[in-house]
């Protein structure tokens, strides 16, 4: 484990480490953030960070992306060598989020204190923005730490909430935030506008990864991601209380200090989005920025969003993948894993040990029932405990010769859906799928599965042997 006090030791080891890439030529902010970041993301597992010191029109802006973008800088966020494969990080993750829950340290200062606006706020002037896609309906804030309280349960630090909602720029003070019903957050509000309040919101940028990790895993209602992140880090977590009793990360460069506008609604929007397209306009809340506070120096990080896979399909992995899969596995012990690493989790594989005949479409409805589940999973592949879920080859073989559509894919019509994925009709409306691509056992008795081959002996040494060779090979 590795508790990074701030976004800046995170920054220095990944330097340390060869994974931040200083990016010293001129850039201009359109295109090239977009560009470069989406072809950052095509290096490979050990595709770096990259910071932007010379930016077109700016004096001393810093700007820093792909910080979570590949799975060597992942294996660095948990403190873990950087080569460590995808199903080792995911054990891990799922064996501290199992550890739930950690600490808070609360302190009375940050560095993120050190400049204080209150007058006259101009976020053109303060943030550098630019768009990510061209059709982007404006100038988005895509990777912030937004932290807000149930107004119902204010005093209870177990449902504060830390999340990751992009927030649309829509004037000097004010930004679109786009709430979508199964988030915590939209809950929250729902209960200020029910008491006719406005919802008070702190707005995090450029903060330490540990917490970006967590605030964009689907915990239950009642799990504090500052909690999480202390059992992932190994250490209580730094806060700061500011006067409307929100904690807001040590580690942050930027705070945006506002109001949530009680029934408040404005169009938000359209936005390149982690499916693929262009979101859409629709009607969101605004949230009224009242102050900011900074470092002297400070670095705007930002995500770029787009056809995946993109840093946001690193980010969003394995905090999709392992609380479902403890949550599923709470009631069926024999799932052994879940990779929901692809678009968000809108597909999801399931590696589980097979009962009885059905047991895998019952499995497959599980994960439906999960809160992740109900939003988005769409389409659920379930295979037998001798297939990789990380491994496609081995899914795709399983699909091929383990499926007969007539028995084994099960139909979902008109479930909830998240309003993002394009294929909805109507809109957060959609018909979700069961693939079970395990092997019937009785009482199924469907197919002719006679004995299934073996690898050869000695396959293991080789795999060594040849290993060693390849990198003696490369040096």
């Known amino acids: 484990m590795r508790a990074y006090q701030d976004f800046r030791e995170f920054l220095a080891v990944l330097e340390q480490q060869k994974q931040l890439l200083r990016i010293a030529d001129p850039v201009k902010l359109e295109p090239d953030m977009a560009a470069a970041s989406a072809a950052a993301t095509r290096l490979g ?57 950690g600490q808070l340290e609360r302190v009375t200062s940050a560095p993120w204190q050190e400049v204080v606006i209150d007058k ?9 923005l630019f768009r990510w896609n061209q059709g982007d309906g404006g100038f988005f804030i895509d990777k912030p730490c937004v932290i807000s309280r149930d107004p119902d349960d204010w005093n209870n630090d177990d449902v504060e909430n830390v ?16 709430t979508v ?51 992932m880090q190994g250490q209580p977590y730094r806060v700061v209380q500011n006067a409307k009793g929100l904690d807001i990360p040590y580690g942050s460069e930027y705070v945006l200090e506002g109001r949530i506008l009680s029934r408040k609604r404005q169009p938000e929007g359209p936005f390149g989005e982690f499916p693929g397209y262009y979101s859409g306009c629709h009607q969101y809340p605004v949230i009224e920025i009242d ?9 705007y990080e930002s995500v770029y969003v787009g056809r995946p ?31 929901a690493l692809y678009t968000h989790g809108l ?57 007969n559509p007539t028995g084994d894919i099960l139909m979902l019509p008109n479930l909830a859906e998240n309003l993002l994925d394009p294929a909805c009709q109507p809109s957060g409306i959609v018909t979700k799928m069961i693939i079970d691509a395990t092997t019937p056992i009785p009482p199924d008795r469907r197919g002719d599965y006679g004995e299934i081959l073996g690898t050869p002996m000695g396959t293991d040494t080789w795999l060594q042997k040849l290993e060693a060779l390849t990198k003696e090979l490369q040096r």
């Open 163 to 178: 999340g990751v909602y992009r927030l649309q720029v829509k004037d000097k003070n004010h930004l679109g935030i786009q």
């Open 291 to 299: 102050r900011v506070l900074h470092r002297k120096d400070p670095i």
């Open 45 to 101: 597992n050990r595709s770096p960070a990259l910071l932007f010191n010379n930016v077109a029109g700016y004096q001393n802006a810093q700007i820093v992306t792909n910080v979570h973008g590949s799975w060597a800088n992942h294996a660095l966020v948990l403190g873990m060598d950087p080569d460590t494969g995808i199903r080792d990080q995911f054990l891990e993750f799922v064996r501290r989020y199992r550890m739930y829950p």
């Open 181 to 231: 019903p199964q988030h915590d957050i939209a809950l929250q509000l729902a209960h200020a506008e029910a008491r006719g309040e406005d919802l008070p919101v702190a707005i995090a940028l450029g903060n330490e990864p540990i917490i970006l990790l967590m605030a964009a895993t689907p915990m239950l209602y009642t799990q504090l991601e500052y909690k999480m992140a202390a059992v």
């Open 120 to 128: 006259d706020i101009n976020l053109f002037e303060i943030l550098p």
């Open 309 to 339: 896979w993109t840093e946001l399909d690193y980010l969003q992995a394995l905090t999709t993948s392992a609380p479902i899969f403890d949550q599923v596995n709470s009631t069926f012990p024999e799932v052994l894993a879940v990779n």
């Open 347 to 403: 597909v999801l594989i399931v590696q589980t040990k097979v009962r009885y005949g059905g047991f895998a479409k019952a499995v497959g409805l599980r994960v439906l029932s999960t809160p992740h589940g109900l939003g988005y999973a769409k389409v659920i592949i379930v295979v037998n405990e001798d297939v990789d879920p990380f491994d496609l080859n081995q899914v795709m073989w399983a699909i091929s010769v383990r499926v």
